[in-house]
C-alpha cells in the first residue's frame, strides 16, 4: 500500500468519526430545567427573599417514607393555617417524570404523596408556598426507593 492510499484512508476515517459523532450528537436528549430558564433566572431575587423566609422559622420541613405514602412535615406555625402554593418533583435526568401537586395539608400539618405517582430515583423536591401573605419557598433532594 502506498503513502498516498494510507492518507487517503485515515482521511476516509477521520471524516467518517466524525459523520458519526454528529450523528450521535443530534440524537442526544437534552432536557432544560425549565422551558423559560432565562425569564425566571430575572425573577430569582424574589425566590431568595422567599427561601429567607422559609429559613426564620423555627423548623424546616420534613419527610419520611411509608409504605406507600411520602409524608412531609410542616412547621407547627402552620397548622392553623390556610397554605396555597405548589409541591414539585423534578427529576434532573428526565423532564417527562416531573410531577407537581398543590399544597394541602391536615389538621396534623401533613401532607401526603402516593409513592405510586412518582418513579424511583433522584428528585429535587421543590416547594413553594404561602401563608398570611407571605411567600415561603424549601429545596430538598430525595431518593424515591
Do not use: C
Request: aromatic fraction near 12%.
Amino acid at each position: 500500500m502506498s503513502w498516498g492510499v494510507k492518507i487517503a484512508v485515515l482521511y476516509t476515517g477521520f471524516i467518517g468519526l466524525v459523520v458519526f459523532m454528529v450523528i450521535m450528537s443530534v440524537r442526544q436528549k437534552i432536557d432544560l430545567v425549565s422551558e423559560d430558564y432565562y425569564t425566571k433566572e430575572l425573577a430569582y431575587q424574589s425566590k431568595i427573599d422567599e427561601m429567607k423566609n422559609a429559613d426564620a422559622l423555627t423548623a424546616s420541613i420534613s419527610h419520611s417514607f411509608t409504605d406507600t405514602d411520602l409524608e412531609l412535615q410542616f412547621q407547627p406555625e402552620f397548622k392553623s393555617k390556610t397554605l396555597t402554593g405548589q409541591i414539585l418533583f423534578f427529576r434532573p435526568s428526565d423532564s417527562s417524570k416531573d410531577f407537581e401537586i398543590p399544597v394541602s395539608i391536615n389538621a396534623d400539618g401533613q401532607q401526603k404523596v402516593a409513592l405510586n405517582k412518582l418513579s424511583k430515583g433522584m428528585y429535587k423536591m421543590q416547594i413553594s408556598w404561602k401563608a398570611d401573605n407571605t411567600p415561603y419557598y424549601s429545596e430538598e433532594t430525595i431518593v424515591i426507593p
